[in-house]
């Protein structure tokens, strides 16, 4: 995470539960058949008949039209989480976008000029939060490269989605921001979300989009977190030692959707995009979100360029 803001109680990633320890065969199979897979989802989650709703609905609901009706889930800090009554299983919300480093091999360094992110961003002596120790939790003292690893001399860097085949201190086991497409999300959070999960993000500004998965687990406090990879996908400033983008983005995120890991960034965005189009696509989020959804159509174009 980049700038100021310091993630003092996030969870050291040696202690989350690895949640793609499935065997490499499943996985692969289900790669295979992930047509299929989005199929039954939207059948499951997506595809529930709409009918006109009466004006007065219950408390924390709305009304945005004669077929939407927008349910608050939760509000993190100015954040309000939504998601529809004819399709609770996908959630959204509009936010800023802060970057988060880690599971990059160059994340942090011990010289504070090598590192993508302040080291102080990773946390300090007796509380790592962003960094790999050799106790598995956060007390204890951090695992440096070695002439093996993809950058030595630069500290193992960790990611609550993790790849179980590979040992704790190997870098490669984890989510690498510089190459995959992730979001964040606080770990006290009132939606059934999953580590891995899908995601689709919009760049309300330049109506550029990308997939991307739930890969980390940051603040309670806060919520609009993306990989140095999901910020070049959607043309925003990805420097983690900056302030992040106040420009505004909408996330949209599937529970209960995800597929294991490792998975290649060809196949995150070919699945998320099937999973928001499964869920309406563009114009669906334009329904829920009709003062500041992007126009399809300029969506459409602006994709279609990249």
Same mark, same amino acid.
């Given at each position: ?138 007390? *204890? ?11 030595? %001399? ?69 919520? *609009?977190? *993306? ?7 959607? %043309? ?71």
């Amino acid at each position: 995470m980049g700038g100021c803001r310091l993630r003092t109680d996030r969870p050291n990633p040696g202690l989350q539960p690895c949640r793609s320890d499935r065997s490499t065969q499943l996985v692969n199979a289900m790669k295979n058949a992930h047509a299929i897979q989005t199929f039954l989802l939207g059948t499951l989650l997506f595809a529930h008949p709409f009918s006109s709703l009466a004006q007065k609905t219950p408390t924390g609901t709305e009304t945005t039209n004669r077929t939407t009706t927008r349910e608050l889930v939760q509000k993190i800090g100015n954040t309000d989480i939504y998601h529809l009554k004819e399709s609770k299983g996908v959630y959204f919300f509009e936010t800023t976008m802060q970057i988060n480093a880690d599971g990059a091999p160059t994340a942090y360094h011990k010289n504070l000029d090598l590192g993508l992110d302040y080291l102080a961003n990773a946390g300090s002596k007796g509380n790592w939060w962003g960094l790999v120790t050799d106790t598995g939790d956060s007390h *204890g003292k951090p695992i440096t490269q070695d002439a093996g690893d993809p950058a030595p %001399g630069f500290y193992v860097s960790g990611t609550t989605l993790q790849d179980s085949t590979k040992e704790h201190g190997d870098q490669n086991r984890y989510v690498d921001s510089e190459t995959i497409p992730f979001y964040v999300l606080p770990k006290k959070i009132n939606i059934p979300m999953q580590i891995g999960d899908f995601g689709f993000v919009i760049n309300r500004k330049n109506n550029t989009s990308s997939g991307c998965i739930f890969a980390d687990v940051g603040p309670e406090d806060s919520i *609009g977190e *993306g990989s140095i990879a999901l910020a070049h996908a959607i %043309g925003t400033q990805s420097d983690p030692r900056e302030e992040g983008s106040e420009d505004k983005f909408i996330y949209v995120i599937f529970a209960n959707s995800a597929m294991g890991w490792p998975l290649t960034v060809d196949f995150i965005n070919e699945h998320a995009k099937q999973l928001f189009e499964a869920w309406g696509g563009h114009r669906r989020l334009q329904e829920a979100l009709p003062s500041r959804s992007p126009n399809p159509q300029n969506a459409a174009t602006a994709n279609a360029s990249q």
